[in-house]
């Protein structure tokens, strides 16, 4: 169990905690926002009304005892920097900040944040994805190259193995669970398991690969 804390309860911060509270973690939400903080206290380990860009109160929080802080402050560009970098030098071992362009993803990452999201982008391109294919249920960018999506198995594989599809032999593409109608879940098929009509796949490839699978 880790130690998190989330600076920020607008829509994003506000999920990222609960679920990282319904994961089991220690969960520290901070938010100047008297609302938000009350909207999420009882989701929480501990939900605290502050000014995160006052480094004195933001240390009275007990932050510092964290392992990964996420800076997740969206409305007010200069002060997501701020929190950003005095949560760095407080010796936080990983700090994740939201960015809302590139640019500010790269001033972000000179200054010293772990991990940089672009939450608002990053939705985006899940959500064309998913509307530029009728069987694409969600997509999950791993790299420029490499995605997991999850897709409604096309009706030209159905009725066959996945031995006799060869998907990761020829196409370079692994099938690492299929979810029947029935709701039965089979996590790491094997050669011997048979696609039915209205499965729904969770697959990872390349994106040419996982273009290719998913044509009709």
Do not use: W, Y
Request: charged residues 25%; contains cysteine.
């Amino acid at each position: 169990m880790k130690q998190f804390a989330v600076i920020g309860l607008g829509r994003f911060g506000s999920s990222v905690a609960r679920a990282l509270a319904r994961m089991g973690h220690q969960v520290l939400a901070i938010d100047q926002d008297e609302g938000r903080v009350e909207a999420i206290m009882h989701e929480v380990t501990q939900a605290v009304q502050a000014d995160a860009r006052d480094e004195e109160a933001l240390k009275a929080t007990g932050i510092r005892n964290v392992d990964v802080a996420i800076v997740a402050i969206g409305e007010n560009v200069e002060a997501n920097i701020l929190v950003t970098l005095m949560v760095k030098e407080m010796g936080i071992k990983c700090v994740v900040a939201k960015a809302m362009n590139d640019l500010h993803g790269k001033v972000l990452a000179k200054i010293g944040a772990d991990k940089v999201v672009f939450p608002e982008r990053d939705m985006g391109v899940r959500l064309a994805h998913t509307l530029a294919s009728a069987n694409v249920l969600e997509h999950i960018d791993l790299s420029p190259e490499f995605s997991i999506i999850e897709i409604l198995a096309p009706r030209r594989i159905c009725g066959r193995t996945l031995g006799q599809l060869k998907l990761r032999a020829e196409h370079g593409i692994s099938v690492v669970a299929i979810k029947r109608k029935d709701g039965k879940i089979i996590a790491a098929p094997g050669a011997d398991d048979l696609i039915n009509e209205g499965d729904i796949l969770v697959v990872i490839g390349r994106n040419k690969a996982l273009e290719r699978l998913q044509e009709d």
